[in-house]
C-alpha cells in the first residue's frame, strides 16, 4: 500500500532516494530478506559516514549519508511490496534514525571543535524540524486512508500485527516514546488545531519536505563536499527558524 492515495501525492523534496529504494525492495521482494535487514544495512551506511568525515574523507561520507537516505525509504518499500507491515521494524527505523543522528553531530562537533552546546541546540533544531514535517505527513496520512502505520498522537503501544511479539512492539514503542515523546508533544503544542483542520495542500507539503531527513542528510552532505563543515551546526539552528513560519502559513490556510 502506498504511504497516500495517488491523486494526493505531492512532490517530496526529501525523498529523493524513493525510485532507487523501489527498485532495491523490488529486487528483494522474492528473497528472504527483510526491511530490518534494510534497516540494519541503512545503520552500517550511516557510521561509515561518520568513520569517513572523522578522516576527512568528506565526499564518501557524503556518499554513505546519501546511500543511507536510499535504504531508508527501501525498507518501507519492502514491508509494501511483502505486504509485511511492522510496528516493531516501524520504531526500529526511527530509533536508528535518531541516535545516527547524534552520532553525525557529536561527530561534527569534534571535529569542528564545537561546544557541547551548540552540538546540543543543532540536534534539537534537526530533531524539531522533522518532527513538524512528520507530523503534517501522518496527519495527512490518516485522514486520506494512507499508510496507517505511523499514528499522530503516540500515547500507547499499538496491536501487534500477526507474527509480531507484542512485548516486542511495547519495547519498541517505550524506546521511541522516549526519544520522540517530547519533540511530538512540542509540536503538537505549536499548532494542535492541524489534526481537525482541513487537510494541507501539495504545494505546503512539498515546502515543508525540506524538513524531512533526506533533505537534512543532503545538506550535510553538500557542505561536507564543499568544505562547510564548521557552518553545519549553526546552520541547523537558524534553519529552525522556518518552523515558526511554517505553523503561520499552515494555520492561515
Same mark, same amino acid.
Given at each position: 500500500? =502506498?504511504?497516500?492515495?495517488? =491523486?494526493?501525492? *505531492? *512532490?517530496?523534496? =526529501?525523498?529523493? %532516494?524513493? +525510485?532507487?529504494? &523501489?527498485?532495491?525492495?523490488?529486487? @528483494?521482494?522474492?528473497?528472504?530478506?527483510? +526491511?530490518?535487514? @534494510?534497516?540494519? =544495512? *541503512? &545503520? %552500517?551506511? %550511516?557510521?561509515?559516514?561518520?568513520?569517513?568525515m572523522v578522516y576527512g574523507f568528506h565526499l564518501a561520507a557524503a556518499f554513505f549519508l546519501i546511500l543511507k537516505s536510499v535504504l531508508d525509504a527501501a525498507d518501507g518499500e519492502l514491508a509494501r511490496v511483502k505486504q509485511t507491515p511492522s510496528y516493531i521494524g516501524r520504531y526500529f527505523d526511527s530509533v536508528s534514525d535518531f541516535l545516527l543522528n547524534a552520532i553525525f553531530f557529536l561527530a561534527i562537533g569534534y571535529l569542528t571543535d564545537s561546544s557541547i552546546l551548540l552540538c546540543v541546540f543543532s540536534f534539537l533544531g534537526l530533531q524539531l524540524q522533522g518532527t513538524l514535517y512528520n507530523y503534517y505527513y501522518v496527519i495527512m496520512r490518516n485522514k486520506l486512508d494512507g499508510d496507517t502505520t505511523s499514528r499522530v498522537i503516540e500515547t500507547h503501544p499499538p496491536k501487534a500485527f500477526p507474527k509480531e511479539s507484542q512485548k516486542t512492539v511495547n519495547l519498541f514503542f517505550w524506546l521511541y516514546t522516549l526519544l520522540y515523546g517530547a519533540f511530538d508533544r512540542a509540536i503538537f503544542l505549536l499548532d494542535p488545531n492541524a489534526l481537525k483542520d482541513k487537510i494541507v495542500p501539495k504545494w505546503f507539503m512539498t515546502a515543508v519536505s525540506f524538513f524531512g531527513l533526506g533533505t537534512q542528510l543532503l545538506i550535510i552532505s553538500f557542505m561536507l563536499v564543499f568544505g562547510q563543515i564548521h557552518y553545519i551546526l549553526p546552520f541547523f539552528i537558524y534553519y529552525s527558524s522556518f518552523i515558526v513560519l511554517f505553523i503561520a502559513i499552515r494555520r492561515s490556510l
Open positions: 500500500m =502506498s504511504k497516500l492515495p495517488r =491523486s494526493n501525492k *505531492f *512532490f517530496d523534496v =526529501s525523498d529523493y %532516494g524513493r +525510485p532507487i529504494a &523501489i527498485v532495491i525492495a523490488n529486487a @528483494l521482494k522474492s528473497t528472504r530478506a527483510t +526491511p530490518i535487514h @534494510l534497516t540494519i =544495512s *541503512f &545503520i %552500517g551506511a %550511516g557510521l561509515l559516514a561518520v568513520a569517513c
